[in-house]
């Protein structure tokens, strides 16, 4: 069974600037299948990026995956007030599908 | 347009059980995977199972087997997710969520279902 840890646990940053999220597998990730969510109070969680680095249908390019293997890192480029939310990646190669724990972005 | 939607919240007692629905419009049923996945309060998402419509056929993470059944119907195109013996660490928003196109990340979400499970 793969276990994700994200890190850091929150991130607090001002409009503008690069966000940069870890996520680490506890065993290498099948074929890179590995995704992004962004989940913020009252609705639900928004697919960003699949397969690691291919961004999702409506996604803009401020939001970029990379990484392979058991490390991968989600970037927010030129962070929007909107943007406050909790980021999971998840990986989907095997089962279960396991969620990390979620990083929380601050926009302050 | 594809759209999951679920049925309202509820609220049991424990050691009942409860049964939320997801009906899914806007694509062919039996071509994409339905998951379940739960987040308690304050806490992240946690991956419950996964249907294939096509020919009902199941997987269910270890934490929940047993408790856990999941459904569907393809002449309404709903999915449903039993999940009995509950407990107060049950209390959850429940999600369906669809498969994507190449492969099975969950593109679409439904709204999210609360289950709250309180004597």
């Known amino acids: 069974e793969i276990v994700l840890t994200q890190s850091p646990g929150t991130l607090s940053l001002s409009p503008g600037e690069v966000a940069t999220l870890s996520c680490r597998a506890s065993?290498?990730?099948?074929?890179?299948?590995l995704a992004w969510y962004q989940h913020k109070p009252g609705q639900a969680p928004r697919l960003l990026i699949y397969?690691?680095?291919n961004r999702a249908t409506g996604i803009p390019d401020r939001f970029s995956g990379s990484g392979s293997g058991t490390d991968f890192t989600l970037t927010i480029s030129r962070l929007e007030p909107e943007d406050s939310a909790v980021y999971s990646c998840?990986?989907?190669?095997?089962?279960?599908?396991?969620f990390g724990p979620g990083t929380k972005v601050d926009i302050k | 347009q594809v759209h999951l939607v679920q049925s309202g919240a509820e609220v049991k007692k424990p050691g009942a059980s409860v049964k939320v629905s997801c009906k899914a419009s806007?694509?062919?049923?039996?071509?994409?995977?339905i998951h379940w996945v739960r987040q308690a309060p304050g806490q992240g998402l946690e991956w419950m199972g996964i249907?294939?419509?096509?020919?009902?056929?199941?997987s269910y993470a270890q934490k929940f087997q047993g408790r856990v059944t999941m459904t569907r119907d393809t002449s309404t195109t709903t999915v449903y997710m039993e999940l009995s013996s509950l407990k107060s660490e049950d209390t959850a928003v429940y999600y369906c969520?669809?498969?994507?196109?190449?492969?099975?990340?969950?593109?679409?979400w439904g709204q999210g279902t609360l289950v709250t499970v309180s004597s």
């Open positions: 397969g690691a680095f």
């Open positions: 065993q290498t990730v099948d074929s890179n299948y």
């Open positions: 806007g694509y062919t049923f039996t071509n994409y995977y």
């Open positions: 969520a669809r498969t994507g196109d190449y492969g099975d990340y969950l593109d679409y």
């Open positions: 249907i294939n419509p096509s020919g009902g056929s199941t």
């Open positions: 998840q990986q989907y190669g095997g089962s279960p599908r396991a």
